[in-house]
């Protein structure tokens, strides 16, 4: 089943309006877009979850783990 943007938005605990310009950014999960409608699949999200983990304070991206 795949996700709308007020799924999603619930799910990574933001509002829908970070969802809408993390599109634009390319900051958010990656998405689909099908016709005019935003749909995110379920893998997608939890990877992008994943990828936020962190284990120090001051790990910048592109820094081991």
Known sequence: MLLNTQ???????????WLNHSRQTGDGPQYL??????RYRPQDVDAWLEQQARR???QFDGEAA
């Open 7 to 17: 799924q999603t938005a619930e799910k990574i605990g933001k509002s829908t309006s």
């Open 33 to 38: 877009k099908i016709g005019h409608a935003v």
């Open 56 to 58: 120090r304070i001051w």
